[in-house]
């Protein structure tokens, strides 16, 4: 298949998505019209296009009245030549647990017209079931490499607190990306025990086997993987224990012990890289015992890296791939400042991942292909 036809195949499957979500949508505001007009009736439905950024949806179904004083709010007059960006829109509809009056000033600017905040509180109901339906699919039954980390988000329940919310991000063997899911657990914090109940889930959508996790240092995280995948190595990261490093050392000694530790994570081969650790810590172990003593008691994960081919040594030393991810999320969720109930940020998360999917499955990491191809990636046991 040419390029050019993957693209549109990908093109056509989300504004099919867009169409589903738009005819949901259309369907609970006439809901709403019939119980704020009971002298009228539903009268089936009549079919439009609509221009979206992702180019023009035909056969979209849209629900009518017998009054035929019902338009779904939702819907741009068909007049209005610009392009509907739809993503904003239901991220509003969604993030309205936040702040509905937010929303319907939004939606009142954009469209024109008024949404009660109860109206808006209904309409963000439709999505649920899509949401758990994504959350719960089936995976691959092989990823290369597993990114797991936490980002934490301002949650209101009776007061404000900053909640942990679990991301995963998979890599296939030929190197494409996958947005494997994410977890909200309330407000007790990172933990492993929550990682623990992940693996189970991900084993249970179909997950048999992970060559390499990468994830922090959180005490039982290793072990969570193990208990679930004891073919699986663990990759701690090191950007996590270099930055845990330098808030332990005084400014003026920064740029040194980095130098030292760089000369660690960047030799070319294990005994190298034993070597430069030796160095580092007769250099360092009388004015920074506790920062030697980090490295020193996990070396064996921090190194696991230079285990696999240099192409791609990279993307496994360090959680950056899933990092960039976190970036994205808190960057388009910046607006919120408070989510108002945990359903709120549950949607919102779901639509910002969702939005990024593409862009993940499309781009190969540069490296794994060729070496898949060459027989020099496997997947650890089951």
């Given at each position: 298949?040419?390029?050019?036809?993957?693209?549109?195949?990908?093109?056509?499957?989300?504004?099919?998505?867009?169409?589903?979500?738009?005819?949901?949508?259309?369907?609970?505001?006439?809901?709403?019209?019939?119980?704020?007009?009971?002298?009228?009736?539903?009268?089936?439905?009549?079919?439009?296009?609509?221009l979206?950024?992702?180019?023009?949806?035909?056969?979209?179904?849209?629900?009518?009245?017998?009054?035929?004083?019902?338009?779904?709010?939702?819907?741009p007059?068909?007049?209005?030549?610009?392009g509907?960006?739809?993503?904003?829109?239901?991220?509003?509809?969604?993030?309205?647990?936040?702040?509905t009056?937010?929303?319907?000033?939004?939606i009142?600017?954009?469209?024109?017209?008024?949404?009660?905040?109860?109206?808006?509180?209904?309409?963000?109901?439709?999505?649920?079931?899509?949401?758990?339906?994504?959350?719960?699919?089936?995976?691959?039954?092989?990823?290369?490499?597993?990114?797991?980390?936490?980002?934490?988000?301002?949650?209101r329940?009776?007061?404000?607190a900053?909640?942990?919310?679990?991301?995963?991000?998979?890599?296939?063997?030929?190197?494409?990306?996958?947005?494997v899911?994410?977890?909200?657990?309330?407000?007790?914090?990172?933990?492993?025990?929550?990682?623990?109940?992940?693996?189970?889930?991900?084993?249970?959508?179909?997950?048999?086997?992970?060559?390499?996790?990468?994830?922090?240092?959180?005490?039982?995280?290793?072990?969570?993987?193990?208990?679930?995948?004891?073919?699986?190595?663990?990759?701690?990261?090191?950007?996590?224990?270099?930055k845990?490093?330098?808030?332990?050392?005084?400014?003026?000694?920064?740029?040194?012990?980095?130098?030292?530790?760089?000369?660690?994570?960047?030799?070319?081969?294990r005994?190298?890289?034993?070597?430069?650790?030796?160095?580092?810590?007769?250099?360092?172990?009388?004015?920074?015992p506790?920062?030697?003593?980090?490295?020193?008691?996990?070396?064996?994960?921090l190194?696991?890296?230079?285990?696999?081919?240099?192409?791609?040594?990279?993307?496994?030393?360090?959680?950056?791939?899933?990092?960039?991810?976190?970036?994205?999320?808190?960057?388009?969720?910046?607006?919120?400042?408070?989510?108002?109930?945990?359903?709120?940020?549950?949607?919102?998360?779901?639509?910002?991942?969702?939005?990024?999917?593409?862009?993940?499955?499309?781009?190969?990491l540069?490296?794994?292909?060729?070496?898949?191809?060459?027989?020099?990636?496997?997947?650890?046991?089951?």
């Amino acid at each position: 298949m040419q390029d050019r036809e993957i693209i549109e195949k990908l093109e056509d499957l989300i504004k099919e998505a867009i169409k589903s979500v738009i005819e949901r949508l259309a369907i609970e505001e006439r809901s709403l019209y019939l119980e704020e007009h009971p002298e009228t009736k539903g009268n089936g439905f009549y079919s439009r296009s609509l221009l979206t950024k992702y180019g023009p949806i035909e056969g979209l179904m849209v629900p009518r009245t017998r009054d035929g004083n019902f338009r779904a709010q939702i819907l741009p007059p068909p007049r209005r030549r610009a392009g509907l960006d739809l993503g904003e829109a239901v991220l509003a509809l969604y993030a309205s647990g936040a702040s509905t009056r937010a929303v319907s000033r939004f939606i009142e600017t954009i469209y024109g017209a008024y949404y009660s905040p109860a109206s808006i509180s209904r309409l963000t109901e439709v999505a649920e079931d899509q949401i758990e339906s994504w959350r719960k699919r089936r995976l691959s039954e092989e990823y290369f490499a597993l990114y797991l980390d936490a980002t934490f988000l301002p949650v209101r329940r009776g007061t404000v607190a900053r909640e942990p919310v679990y991301l995963a991000l998979g890599i296939r063997r030929d190197g494409t990306r996958e947005i494997v899911g994410f977890w909200t657990s309330g407000g007790e914090g990172e933990s492993a025990l929550v990682y623990q109940e992940i693996f189970n889930e991900l084993r249970e959508r179909g997950l048999k086997r992970i060559e390499v996790v990468i994830g922090d240092g959180l005490s039982g995280l290793k072990e969570a993987v193990l208990r679930v995948y004891p073919g699986a190595r663990f990759q701690r990261c090191v950007l996590h224990s270099l930055k845990y490093s330098l808030r332990k050392v005084r400014r003026s000694h920064r740029e040194a012990l980095a130098q030292d530790l760089r000369k660690i994570y960047r030799a070319g081969r294990r005994s190298e890289a034993l070597e430069a650790f030796r160095a580092f810590k007769a250099r360092w172990q009388g004015k920074y015992p506790e920062v030697v003593k980090h490295w020193e008691e996990n070396l064996e994960d921090l190194l696991v890296f230079l285990e696999y081919p240099e192409p791609i040594r990279n993307y496994i030393y360090t959680t950056n791939q899933l990092e960039r991810l976190i970036k994205e999320v808190k960057r388009r969720t910046k607006v919120i400042e408070v989510f108002c109930e945990p359903g709120a940020l549950y949607k919102v998360v779901y639509l910002v991942l969702r939005g990024l999917e593409e862009k993940y499955r499309s781009r190969k990491l540069r490296g794994f292909e060729d070496l898949m191809e060459e027989g020099l990636l496997s997947c650890g046991h089951s």
